[in-house]
């Protein structure tokens, strides 16, 4: 699903990634689909072991410094860890660079 709608923002227009600079993703979970973005710009960062290990087998730079250029928050439904991982996002990045939250 997270793929679905980050194809359909990029293709669409409505969203539109800064031509260089690395791309954050916060917490993908196991089998997240991340192909729509450039894979040689985007870090992940997550906390949960499995997921870690999912996302670096598949080559995908893990951890890194700020600031970053992008950043994609995979929301969860606890709404108090949704709030925080937006606040982490938000220093994560310099004002007015992109912020794509994505959940359901």
Known sequence: MRSARLDLALESGALALPP????????????DDLTALPQD???VRTGFRPDHAYFAARGFAMGGDAPFAATVVCIPRAR???LAMI???VALVPAG????????
């Open 87 to 89: 606040a982490e996002a």
């Open 20 to 31: 260089e600079g690395g791309i954050v993703v916060l917490r993908p979970r196991l089998g």
């Open 97 to 104: 660079a992109p912020l794509l939250l994505d959940g359901q």
């Open 41 to 43: 710009r985007v870090v």
């Open 80 to 82: 108090a860890a949704a």
